[in-house]
């Protein structure tokens, strides 16, 4: 399959190299060529498979310059850091309403399923085409990302990675996750300002043509780790696929019923995957949004109008403080009928006037529908939802879970619906506690694990708890001007 841009299908690239780059010259970001279609033997086939085999399986449909067999053993490798209960469970907990649990994984967030197997696709890719040049991965992270991304690539060989954060934007142990992360080519620096400061200076970084001039002479390429990257995207579809397929096979919808998805979004990389799900022919009846206070995404579906020119919060659910949702120009590029002029002249204007404007109309006749939650009703969710299910939800879960609530309450939909948990309680496990508790306790974040462990049913995972015994290696803190000098230093580059 090939893949182009969306701000000029002119380019046309192959799946490898779409992973390999990250992002297009033109500053687009890479999308299918067109979109596979799952069949009904292909559900067969995908029924009698375990996760590893299922995402290869989908993977395959859109690169097939890898064999089924060379997908297989990296989604095999990649997965097998999950703990017993796999990579994408989904958890019933009431009648027709489903957790997708994505935060098995070694940091404990849904962009593990991406980013343990992202390395294993580059290093495939840059061999299927050619590569041989060092790979810097440079990372904007709005808490989630940095670490997943750091514990996929540490000690890859021919990669190096750059984390960047928001210095007072993430809770407190996604920031321990980070500083203490140990690996020979790993870096971790903390950024003045908000996750769109430092996304914004990272993607200069990315199309700057001196850096771009140095790190060649020095036979470095740089990739990204974040959404923006195909290769992120592509393993984030099979879990909407699998969660499908699960429903059916344990006989809780009949295969071809419609269910609906709730996604909690910051980037728009997870919905997305879902997006494409559907594209692919996974029987979809609504896709929602769930935004937090940051609710730029919720009031576009709303209303046809994206406008960043607003205050920015910071929330509980921090992994979705985010104003410039990268991702969002995939799906723009879908709704306006793969219209590329039309996807470069709204980013233009986004540029230019921190705005753009969509006829309302196309948005009505998708299957999207957007809600939102402020810091109240986040923490009432995860309240309500220990009371009823005896299940403890993290802050970015409960931002689906209330507008879930809403959506059902006033339309009385009773389709199947699938939440999707994008991460464990215990990495925000203080704001967890007080919400079950209707508490406001400040204390340790270790102690809130504790807490949380003696309240709730789940054990807190060990790569939590070990967090406390790590040295920090990671100390820097500096303004987003500076990050171009950070990244030649680090990639000992001389000027
Ligand atoms: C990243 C993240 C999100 C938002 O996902 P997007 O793909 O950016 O929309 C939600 N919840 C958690 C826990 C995350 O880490």
Same mark, same amino acid.
């Given at each position: 399959?090939?893949?182009?841009?969306?701000?000029?299908?002119?380019?046309?690239?192959?799946?490898?190299?779409?992973?390999?780059?990250?992002?297009?010259?033109?500053?687009?970001?890479?999308?299918?060529? =067109?979109?596979?279609?799952?069949?009904?033997?292909?559900?067969?086939?995908?029924?009698?498979?375990?996760?590893?085999?299922?995402?290869?399986?989908?993977?395959?449909?859109?690169?097939?310059?890898?064999?089924?067999?060379?997908?297989?053993?990296?989604?095999?490798?990649?997965y097998s850091s999950f703990d017993e209960e796999g990579p994408a469970p989904v958890s019933k907990i009431d009648d027709s309403l489903y957790l997708l649990e994505l935060w098995h994984g070694p940091t404990c967030a849904f962009k593990d399923l991406a980013l343990q197997l992202l390395p294993y696709l580059l290093v495939e890719s840059k061999k299927k085409i050619g590569l041989s040049e060092e790979t810097l991965i440079l990372v904007a992270t709005s808490g989630d990302t940095g670490k997943a991304a750091l514990e996929g690539f540490k000690d890859v060989e021919g990669t190096k990675i750059m984390v960047f954060y928001p210095a007072d934007g993430v809770s407190n142990m996604q920031r321990l996750q980070m500083v203490t992360q140990k690996g020979g080519n790993v870096k971790v620096i903390g950024i003045k300002g908000n996750f769109d400061d430092a996304q914004s200076a990272v993607k200069k970084v990315f199309t700057d043509e001196s850096v771009i001039e140095l790190l060649k002479n020095s036979g470095i390429t740089m990739s990204?780790?974040?959404?923006?990257?195909?290769?992120?995207?592509?393993?984030?579809?099979? /879990?909407?696929?699998?969660?499908?397929?699960?429903?059916?096979?344990?006989?809780? $919808?009949?295969?071809?019923?419609?269910?609906?998805?709730?996604?909690?979004?910051? &980037?728009?990389?997870?919905?997305?995957?879902?997006?494409? *799900?559907?594209?692919?022919?996974?029987?979809?009846?609504?896709?929602?949004?769930?935004?937090?206070?940051?609710? $730029?995404?919720?009031?576009?579906?709303?209303?046809?109008?994206?406008?960043?020119?607003?205050?920015?919060?910071?929330?509980?659910?921090?992994?979705?403080?985010?104003?410039?949702?990268?991702?969002?120009?995939?799906?723009?590029?879908?709704?306006?009928?793969?219209?590329? =002029?039309?996807?470069?002249?709204?980013?233009?204007?986004?540029? =230019? &006037?921190?705005?753009?404007?969509?006829?309302?109309?196309?948005?009505? =006749?998708?299957?999207?529908?957007?809600?939102?939650?402020?810091?109240?009703?986040?923490?009432?969710?995860?309240?309500? /939802?220990?009371?009823?299910?005896?299940?403890?939800?993290?802050?970015?879960?409960?931002?689906?879970?209330?507008?879930?609530?809403?959506?059902?309450?006033?339309?009385?939909?009773?389709?199947?619906?699938?939440?999707?948990?994008?991460?464990?309680?215990?990495?925000?496990?203080?704001?967890? /506690?007080?919400?079950?508790?209707?508490?406001?306790?400040?204390?340790?974040?270790?102690?809130?694990?504790?807490?949380?462990?003696?309240? $709730?049913?789940?054990? *807190?995972?060990? &790569?939590?708890?070990?967090?406390?015994?790590?040295?920090?290696?990671?100390?820097?803190?500096?303004?987003? *001007?500076? $990050?171009?000098?950070?990244?030649?230093?680090? *990639? &000992?580059?001389?000027?």
């Amino acid at each position: 399959m090939k893949f182009i841009s969306t701000r000029n299908k002119n380019i046309v690239v192959s799946g490898a190299q779409a992973i390999a780059y990250g992002i297009s010259e033109d500053g687009g970001l890479f999308v299918p060529a =067109e979109f596979p279609v799952l069949r009904d033997d292909d559900f067969i086939k995908l029924e009698e498979m375990d996760y590893p085999e299922r995402a290869a399986y989908v993977l395959n449909k859109y690169l097939d310059e890898f064999s089924f067999s060379e997908l297989k053993d990296m989604c095999q490798k990649a997965y097998s850091s999950f703990d017993e209960e796999g990579p994408a469970p989904v958890s019933k907990i009431d009648d027709s309403l489903y957790l997708l649990e994505l935060w098995h994984g070694p940091t404990c967030a849904f962009k593990d399923l991406a980013l343990q197997l992202l390395p294993y696709l580059l290093v495939e890719s840059k061999k299927k085409i050619g590569l041989s040049e060092e790979t810097l991965i440079l990372v904007a992270t709005s808490g989630d990302t940095g670490k997943a991304a750091l514990e996929g690539f540490k000690d890859v060989e021919g990669t190096k990675i750059m984390v960047f954060y928001p210095a007072d934007g993430v809770s407190n142990m996604q920031r321990l996750q980070m500083v203490t992360q140990k690996g020979g080519n790993v870096k971790v620096i903390g950024i003045k300002g908000n996750f769109d400061d430092a996304q914004s200076a990272v993607k200069k970084v990315f199309t700057d043509e001196s850096v771009i001039e140095l790190l060649k002479n020095s036979g470095i390429t740089m990739s990204s780790a974040n959404s923006i990257n195909f290769g992120r995207l592509a393993p984030q579809i099979a /879990y909407y696929v699998s969660s499908y397929v699960d429903l059916v096979s344990s006989g809780e $919808i009949k295969k071809g019923d419609k269910i609906n998805f709730v996604v909690p979004t910051g &980037n728009f990389g997870n919905i997305l995957a879902a997006y494409y *799900a559907f594209k692919m022919g996974i029987p979809i009846n609504k896709l929602i949004v769930a935004s937090n206070s940051n609710k $730029i995404l919720s009031d576009f579906f709303n209303t046809g109008e994206y406008d960043i020119k607003r205050q920015f919060y910071k929330t509980i659910s921090p992994s979705m403080d985010i104003l410039i949702s990268s991702n969002l120009e995939r799906f723009i590029f879908e709704i306006v009928g793969r219209d590329d =002029e039309k996807v470069r002249e709204l980013y233009l204007n986004l540029k =230019e &006037n921190g705005v753009f404007k969509l006829d309302k109309k196309l948005l009505d =006749e998708s299957i999207f529908l957007a809600g939102w939650a402020d810091e109240e009703e986040t923490k009432e969710a995860i309240a309500s /939802y220990f009371d009823l299910y005896d299940y403890a939800l993290d802050t970015h879960t409960a931002v689906a879970a209330s507008v879930h609530t809403d959506y059902a309450t006033e339309t009385g939909d009773n389709t199947p619906c699938v939440i999707v948990s994008t991460a464990s309680p215990y990495k925000f496990p203080l704001d967890v /506690y007080n919400a079950i508790n209707g508490t406001d306790k400040k204390m340790d974040a270790f102690k809130a694990v504790n807490l949380l462990e003696m309240t $709730i049913a789940l054990d *807190a995972p060990e &790569n939590i708890k070990n967090l406390k015994e790590q040295k920090v290696i990671h100390g820097d803190i500096i303004e987003p *001007a500076d $990050i171009k000098k950070k990244v030649l230093e680090f *990639a &000992n580059v001389q000027r």
